[in-house]
C-alpha cells in the first residue's frame, strides 16, 4: 500500500533559526495536505498542494510539492516558540481519491 | 460554531468489554473517518465515509467496526478490546469527499487493560 515517510522526526531549534521537513510518498500523489498539532491538541489543517512544482506561502511557512509529485516539504522561516508542535504531512494516492495516508510527522522544539 | 466532537474524551476500560466511540459533526460533510494515533507511527486510518451507509476500511481496520446511519454521526465500535488498542484516536469530516481540509474532532484516549 501507500507509504509516506516524513524526516526528522524531531528537531530542536533555536528561536530565530530555519526549520524543514520533508516527506517522500512510495506512489504518485494527486495532492498532500499539510497538519499542524500542538502538543496536547488535534491536528489542524494548514495547506493543501495540488500542481506539479506548487509553492504556496503562509508567512513565515513556505510549502512545496515536487515536480514528479512523490514529495513535499514544510519550511519555516525564523522560528518563534508559537511554531511548537508537531507537523504532519498527509498524501492522497492518484489511484484512491478517498484514502489519505499521513506522515509520521516532525516534532518540532523551538528553545527561547 | 463549526465542529466535530468526540465522546468519551478519556476511556480506561478491561479487555473485552466492547464500547463505543462517538463521534458527531455539523458542518454537513459527507466524509467522515477515523484515525489512530501512536508515537512514532502518525495517524493511521481505521476506517473512513464517503456517504449515509458508505463505509470503506482504511490502513489498520481489523479489530474495529463503525456505521454510518446518519450524515452527522460516525460511531467507532470495538467489539472485544484488547490492550493493542490502546491509543489515541480521532475522528475527522471533510467536505467534497474528503478532497479538501479534514477537520479533526479533540481525540479520544482510550486505554485497555
Known amino acids: 500500500g501507500q507509504q509516506v515517510m516524513q524526516i526528522p522526526q524531531y528537531q530542536h531549534v533555536q528561536e530565530g533559526e530555519d526549520f524543514t521537513t520533508y516527506c517522500n510518498s512510495s506512489t504518485t500523489l494527486s495532492n498532500i495536505q499539510w497538519y499542524k498539532q500542538r502538543p496536547g491538541g488535534h491536528p489542524v489543517f494548514l495547506i493543501q498542494l495540488v500542481k506539479s512544482g506548487e509553492v504556496k506561502k503562509q508567512k513565515r511557512l513556505t510549502f512545496q510539492f515536487g515536480e514528479a509529485k512523490k514529495n513535499s516539504s514544510l519550511h519555516i522561516t525564523a522560528t518563534q516558540t508559537t511554531d511548537v508542535g508537531t507537523y504532519f504531512c498527509a498524501g492522497r494516492s492518484s489511484g484512491s481519491a478517498r484514502q489519505l495516508t499521513f506522515g509520521s510527522g516532525t516534532q518540532l522544539t523551538v528553545l527561547p | 460554531e463549526a465542529q466535530v466532537t468526540q465522546n468519551p474524551r478519556y476511556l480506561i476500560t478491561v479487555t473485552g468489554k466492547k464500547l463505543t466511540v462517538t463521534c458527531s459533526q455539523n458542518m454537513n460533510h459527507e466524509y467522515m473517518s477515523w484515525y489512530r494515533q501512536d508515537p512514532g507511527l502518525g495517524l493511521r486510518q481505521i476506517y473512513y465515509s464517503m456517504n449515509v451507509e458508505v463505509t470503506d476500511k482504511g490502513d489498520v481496520p481489523e479489530g474495529y467496526k463503525v456505521s454510518r446511519k446518519e450524515k452527522r454521526n460516525f460511531p467507532l465500535i470495538l467489539e472485544s478490546p484488547s490492550p493493542n488498542q490502546t491509543s489515541l484516536y480521532f475522528c475527522?469530516?471533510?467536505?467534497?469527499?474528503?478532497?479538501?481540509?479534514?477537520?479533526f474532532g479533540p481525540g479520544t484516549r482510550l486505554t485497555v487493560t
Open positions: 475527522a469530516s471533510s467536505d467534497q469527499g474528503g478532497n479538501y481540509e479534514q477537520y
